[in-house]
């Protein structure tokens, strides 16, 4: 991640009681959250002592678009929170779907992918030359048509995929064209953020460059998928921390994902903690033709996933105290 100064806030104070116990916090970070996020009102207490708060983001007009926003408080300084998130490894959680989580442009660990049904599942859509896969009509050309196995050339398919887009990085990537319809990450990338105006002020100038390079090869729907993505972070004045991953390539499932930190330093029952704001924005054709109830319920696997992926999160990181 980069670090690079950002605003500064004052140092007002707001003193907020419940059951006996008490919060403290500078007034700017609850009002300043209010003001680009879904969240009018927070309780630092209660946050601090229950679970994380998911609900549905600002409605957005592309269909294949979905947002979910999710707030709680952790322990410690702004700057613990963020060491902790840039050192966390979902993989070591089952429960997330991620088999293979790594940091750089080093895709030697796809030879390691676990022999399990979803890996199976891309070795055979590989093989059979699937239009599920995301890929332009050059990478198509040298699919290795006729495999089954994980081992040996589907492997070293993807990772000639890989490397390639990660040498191009986030905002260079070829289409995914090979099946005629031509779907730019880059465009998906910057329509996400067109239609969180809020949320593309309250983060603008923070996604730049190429970032810090990591991939995984996640679970989705039961499919292995291979991802490529980035991070970005800056520090600001009064200890607040921002922070951002933009998830450039999927192999299939959606075609681009951007999930942005705001942290702010409270106090809560006279300890440092950490108000902690997420937002997550998908790109995903799957969810492109659902309406009511079906679109309802992706949102809420959505929320769910998240959720699960945050309780982790804080689980791990809950001894900084």
């Not at 050059?138 to 089954?148: F, I, N, R, S, V």
């Not at 329509?191 to 923070?206: E, N």
């Not at 659902?290 to 679109?295: A, F, M, P």
Request: hydrophobic share 40%; charged share 15%.
């Amino acid at each position: 991640m980069i670090c690079r100064s950002f605003l500064s806030l004052a140092a007002l104070a707001l003193a907020v009681s419940l059951s006996g116990t008490s919060a403290v916090a500078q007034s700017d970070p609850v009002k300043e959250l209010a003001s680009f996020s879904v969240f009018d009102k927070v309780d630092l207490t209660q946050l601090a002592r229950g679970e994380a708060r998911a609900v549905r983001g600002a409605p957005m007009n592309t269909p294949r678009y979905l947002s979910v926003q999710t707030v709680w408080v952790g322990p410690g300084t702004p700057a613990q929170q963020m060491q902790a998130l840039r050192q966390w490894n979902p993989s070591r959680h089952g429960e997330l779907r991620v088999h293979l989580h790594a940091t750089g442009s080093n895709f030697g660990r796809l030879a390691q992918a676990p022999a399990n049904p979803a890996v199976q599942w891309l070795a055979t859509a590989t093989g059979t030359q699937s239009k599920e896969l995301q890929l332009s009509r050059a990478e198509a050309a040298k699919l290795p048509a006729g495999a089954t196995a994980w081992a040996g050339p589907v492997a070293n398919f993807w990772t000639g995929v890989l490397s390639a887009r990660a040498s191009a990085g986030p905002f260079a990537q070829p289409p995914y064209d090979h099946t005629g319809q031509s779907i730019s990450p880059r465009e998906e990338i910057n329509g996400l953020l067109r239609q969180q105006g809020k949320i593309q002020k309250q983060f603008s100038g923070l996604i730049g460059g190429g970032g810090e390079r990591f991939w995984e090869l996640l679970e989705v729907e039961n499919k292995g998928v291979l991802t490529l993505g980035a991070s970005f972070s800056r520090s600001g004045a009064g200890g607040t921390q921002q922070a951002a991953d933009v998830l450039y390539y999927a192999s299939s499932g959606y075609y681009a994902a951007i999930t942005f930190y705001q942290m702010w330093p409270v106090q809560v029952d006279g300890k440092p903690s950490t108000l902690i704001w997420r937002g997550d924005m998908t790109s995903s054709a799957a969810v492109a033709d659902l309406r009511g109830v079906e679109r309802m319920g992706s949102e809420s696997a959505m929320m769910r996933d998240i959720s699960r992926a945050v309780r982790f999160f804080r689980r791990d990181s809950s001894g900084m105290r």
